[in-house]
Nanobody, 118 residues
């Protein structure tokens, strides 16, 4: 299983980014998938999760500003981030849950993509 994130970068406050997570070895449509982030000196926190049934959970920090989606044909998970704030600066990771619904038992992680907002 391999998860490869991309799409991060440096943006100004108020800007947008779309993060991608290309999966291999698994089908993103067969498991709950999620996005997490970790800022320097802080713990990892969940951002959003999308389960097999299409149900979505957003953390409070992401509500109204983030959209999680997936492309079955490309086997890729996405996270659209809008109205970015400096406090959104972090390494963003995608991860696979062991279950088809949100269980919080992530067993595979990508290497991360850096988002820097100034």
């Amino acid at each position: 299983v391999q998860l490869v994130e991309s799409g991060g970068g440096a943006v100004q406050t108020g800007g947008s980014l779309r993060l991608s997570c290309a999966a291999s070895g698994i089908a993103v449509d067969n498991f709950c998938m999620g996005w997490f982030r970790q800022a320097p000196g802080k713990g990892r926190e969940g951002v959003a999760a999308l389960d097999v049934g299409g149900n979505i959970n957003y953390a409070q920090l992401a509500k109204g500003r983030a959209t999680i989606s997936k492309d079955k044909a490309k086997n890729t998970l996405y996270l659209q981030l809008n109205s970015l704030k400096t406090e959104d600066t972090a390494m963003y990771y995608c991860a696979k849950d062991q279950d088809t619904v949100v269980a919080g038992e992530m067993d595979y992680w990508g290497q991360g993509t850096q988002v820097t907002v100034s």
